[in-house]
């Protein structure tokens, strides 16, 4: 890494002051919050609580405001403005899409065995109501690019109607060939929507290269904005034909108390409902000035280096098996190791009470997903690997096994 890129990574890094007192590694659930995000949403609650929040230079501010989120969000996933709405999650720009799109009884959704709950219970909800079939794509942390696509290309048939992925799993951490698949499902008729919780602020995003119709994002994970907020870009050809299914003013072209009423077909701004918190704009503006000045492809570039870093260190440790990815394009800063025979939940409590280690359990792979962003660094993995050497050496006490049993989720 060049000298001026690891000094610009060390400045970052004292702007989260999570960082003072942990190795902070699990904004694949949710990010910390830096002091520039902070500092905006303060300045945004400052203005309503002295100004009144619908006063004309509150209001002036929250105009500005949502443009300069939708032009920053539109920048990063290489859109235009008028394709990105605001939501308040992925899951919830997910089931947008999912549930604005027409579906039959037997039209298939096609998902895969890897996704969050925010992408399959959508699925599952429309075969539940609306009869369609769902078909799961088996992937699995060793599966390079070209047995998913396999896979995917034996899935997609001629009644599928919708493919539902995440560009990057949750519980795998593997990239996915999203170009490809969306060339295959287009090729066949169907829709595909995407849920990129782990992707925004973590691998470059381009969804016109890649021709998704819909695709989900969050500020709070790995853009470290405030959580409550997310964006949904949705392709202009396909905003007229998929449905608000929460609908407010914004869905209205125009409409009258004597029975006039006429749908906004055309905007992306239909699927926004009503009033949205400013504040939480505010810090999501400076999440994504952070992220896009910082770099999205040395981003990129740097949380892979600190993965193949933790790899080739708890590599190294007797007893510790790496489930994670191995395939050179699969790759992501998400880095998943596990103790055979030790419960990762309990082994998650004990690096969080011993060693002040932040990161998450994953239940479907029984391992640890340590989230590798930007601020972390190589120190912070060779102490998150000398507690694991110690938890190998010792066992992890019972207390911890018991704060697991206790904790709430994962
Ligand atoms: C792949 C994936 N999808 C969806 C979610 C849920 O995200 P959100 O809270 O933004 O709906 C997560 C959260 O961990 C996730 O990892």
């Given at each position: 890494?060049?000298?001026?890129?690891?000094?610009?990574?060390?400045?970052?890094?004292?702007?989260?002051?999570?960082?003072?007192?942990?190795?902070?590694?699990?904004?694949?659930?949710?990010?910390?919050?830096?002091?520039?995000?902070?500092?905006?949403?303060?300045?945004?609650?400052?203005?309503?609580?002295?100004?009144?929040?619908?006063?004309?230079?509150?209001?002036?501010?929250?105009?500005?405001?949502?443009?300069?989120?939708?032009?920053?969000?539109?920048?990063?996933?290489?859109?235009?403005?008028?394709?990105?709405?605001?939501?308040?999650?992925?899951?919830?720009?997910?089931?947008?899409?999912?549930?604005?799109?027409?579906?039959?009884?037997?039209?298939?959704?096609?998902?895969?065995?890897?996704?969050?709950?925010?992408?399959?219970?959508?699925?599952?909800?429309?075969?539940?109501?609306?009869?369609?079939?769902?078909?799961?794509?088996?992937?699995?942390?060793?599966?390079?690019?070209?047995?998913?696509?396999?896979?995917?290309?034996?899935?997609?048939?001629?009644?599928?109607?919708?493919?539902?992925?995440?560009?990057?799993?949750?519980?795998?951490?593997?990239?996915?060939?999203?170009?490809?698949?969306?060339?295959?499902?287009?090729?066949?008729?169907?829709?595909?929507?995407?849920?990129?919780?782990?992707?925004?602020?973590?691998?470059?995003?381009?969804?016109?290269?890649?021709?998704?119709?819909?695709?989900?994002?969050?500020?709070?994970?790995?853009?470290?904005?405030?959580?409550?907020?997310?964006?949904?870009?949705?392709?202009?050809?396909?905003?007229?034909?998929?449905?608000p299914?929460?609908?407010?003013?914004r869905a209205?072209?125009?409409?009258?108390?004597?029975?006039?009423?006429?749908?906004q077909?055309?905007k992306?701004t239909k699927f926004?409902?009503?009033?949205?918190?400013?504040?939480?704009?505010?810090?999501?503006?400076?999440?994504?000035?952070?992220?896009?000045?910082?770099?999205?492809?040395?981003?990129?570039?740097?949380?892979?280096?600190?993965?193949?870093?933790?790899?080739?260190?708890?590599?190294?440790?007797?007893?510790?098996?790496?489930?994670?990815?191995?395939?050179?394009?699969?790759?992501?800063?998400?880095?998943?190791?596990?103790?055979?025979?030790?419960?990762?939940?309990?082994?998650?409590?004990?690096?969080?009470?011993?060693?002040?280690?932040?990161?998450?359990?994953?239940?479907?792979?029984?391992?640890?997903?340590?989230?590798?962003?930007?601020?972390?660094?190589?120190?912070?993995?060779?102490?998150?690997?000398?507690?694991?050497?110690?938890?190998?050496?010792?066992?992890?006490?019972?207390?911890?096994?018991?704060?697991?049993?206790?904790?709430?989720?994962?």
């Amino acid at each position: 890494m060049a000298e001026g890129q690891a000094d610009r990574w060390a400045l970052l890094r004292t702007q989260y002051p999570v960082l003072r007192r942990y190795a902070y590694m699990n904004c694949g659930w949710s990010g910390p919050l830096s002091d520039p995000v902070v500092d905006a949403m303060r300045r945004r609650v400052e203005l309503e609580t002295w100004e009144g929040p619908v006063s004309k230079p509150a209001m002036e501010d929250k105009q500005v405001t949502t443009a300069r989120l939708r032009e920053l969000t539109a920048r990063m996933m290489n859109a235009d403005v008028d394709e990105i709405a605001i939501t308040g999650n992925t899951t919830e720009g997910v089931n947008i899409a999912v549930n604005g799109v027409e579906l039959q009884p037997g039209d298939r959704v096609i998902t895969t065995t890897a996704e969050h709950g925010g992408g399959i219970i959508p699925a599952y909800w429309a075969r539940e109501r609306r009869g369609a079939e769902v078909a799961l794509v088996s992937v699995e942390p060793d599966d390079g690019h070209g047995a998913i696509l396999e896979r995917f290309d034996q899935a997609i048939d001629d009644r599928t109607k919708m493919v539902i992925l995440s560009e990057i799993t949750y519980s795998s951490a593997q990239l996915l060939p999203l170009r490809q698949i969306v060339e295959m499902a287009h090729a066949r008729g169907a829709t595909v929507i995407v849920d990129g919780a782990q992707t925004a602020g973590h691998v470059p995003i381009d969804v016109h290269a890649t021709g998704v119709d819909a695709y989900a994002i969050p500020s709070h994970k790995w853009l470290c904005g405030p959580d409550g907020i997310g964006m949904l870009y949705v392709r202009r050809d396909r905003i007229a034909d998929i449905d608000p299914v929460k609908v407010s003013m914004r869905a209205a072209a125009s409409y009258d108390f004597d029975g006039h009423f006429e749908p906004q077909r055309d905007k992306v701004t239909k699927f926004e409902v009503s009033t949205m918190s400013t504040p939480t704009m505010a810090g999501t503006v400076a999440a994504l000035e952070t992220y896009l000045e910082s770099g999205v492809e040395e981003t990129w570039d740097r949380v892979r280096a600190l993965c193949r870093y933790a790899e080739a260190r708890f590599d190294r440790i007797a007893g510790v098996d790496l489930t994670g990815p191995r395939a050179e394009e699969s790759r992501t800063g998400l880095f998943l190791f596990k103790i055979p025979g030790v419960d990762p939940a309990a082994l998650t409590s004990y690096l969080h009470g011993e060693g002040d280690v932040i990161a998450r359990s994953v239940k479907q792979r029984e391992s640890v997903r340590l989230s590798l962003h930007v601020y972390n660094n190589e120190a912070e993995i060779d102490h998150t690997a000398e507690m694991v050497e110690r938890a190998v050496r010792e066992g992890v006490p019972a207390s911890y096994v018991e704060a697991a049993a206790r904790a709430l989720g994962e």
